[in-house]
T-cell receptor, first 115, second 115 residues
Framework: IAGITQAPTSQILAAGRRMTLRCTQD?????MYWYRQDLGLGLRLIHYSNTAGTTGKGEVPDGYSVSRANTDDFPLTLASAVPSQTSVYFC??????????????FGPGTRLTVL | AQSVTQLGSHVSVSEGALVLLRCNYS??????LFWYVQYPNQGLQLLLKYTSAATLVKGINGFEAEFKKSETSFHLTKPSAHMSDAAEYFC?????????????FGIGTKLQVIP
């Protein structure tokens, strides 16, 4: 089934540890996104990639990094996790980065707890 | 600047009753508006979107929304609630912003359907 997969589903992490959240899509979408979802704040964009080989910063990029080596994969790395990064993380993609009306498709999310 | 405001973080309706979830936007240019639904422990799914083709937009699962420029609103409705409609609903607006299409999400409205 076409779509977006994320791994792990959930993770408990000690503060200071490094963690990579994985995201893979098989829809050949050009644009990919990482959001975090926090109660009362909705979804906030962390990083984005308009096409393979390019990345950019969203609204809340501090403490996170991404790479886009190919079309399908868009991993998100927390270099040194802090408790404020406890959140649910969603990866999303859409066909054309330049389209204002393309639908974003979301993965099932990764629930991360940093202690 | 663009933003969306969802009035009511929690809405309860009886099964069979009208569902009305409110969304107001602010935008200096004509917006593109979306409603997404999130079922428990899942990612967001598109319900419907307004792309300026028609002010009344029909979506999946019997939902529809009407774009009213004079009221800067894009409220989501469904004539008769089903138990399966219990979920969280997000209104979103999209505009160009720097290097990406900025999507701003509301904080969400959790819909409870009472049998």
């Amino acid at each position: 089934i076409a779509g977006i997969t994320q791994a792990p589903t959930s993770q408990i992490l000690a503060a200071g540890r490094r963690m990579t959240l994985r995201c893979t899509q098989d829809m050949r979408h050009n644009a990919m996104y990482w959001y975090r979802q926090d109660l009362g704040l909705g979804l906030r964009l962390i990083h984005y990639s308009n096409t393979a080989g390019t990345t950019g910063k969203g609204e809340v990029p501090d403490g996170y990094s991404v790479s886009r080596a190919n079309t399908d994969d868009f991993p998100l790395t927390l270099a040194s996790a802090v408790p404020s990064q406890t959140s649910v993380y969603f990866c999303a993609s859409k066909m054309a980065s330049g389209s204002l009306t393309d639908t974003q498709y979301f993965g099932p999310g990764t629930r991360l707890t940093v202690l | 600047a663009q933003s969306v405001t969802q009035l009511g973080s929690h809405v309860s309706v009886s099964e069979g009753a009208l569902v009305l979830l409110r969304c107001n936007y602010s935008s200096s240019v004509p917006p593109y508006l979306f409603w997404y639904v999130q079922y428990p422990n899942q990612g967001l799914q598109l319900l419907l979107k307004y792309t300026s083709a028609a002010t009344l937009v029909k979506g999946i699962n019997g939902f529809e929304a009407e774009f009213k420029k004079s009221e800067t609103s894009f409220h989501l409705t469904k004539p008769s609630a089903h138990m399966s409609d219990a979920a969280e609903y997000f209104c979103a607006v999209t505009l160009p912003s720097g290097g990406y299409q900025k999507v701003t999400f509301g904080i969400g409205t959790k819909l409870q359907v009472i049998p």
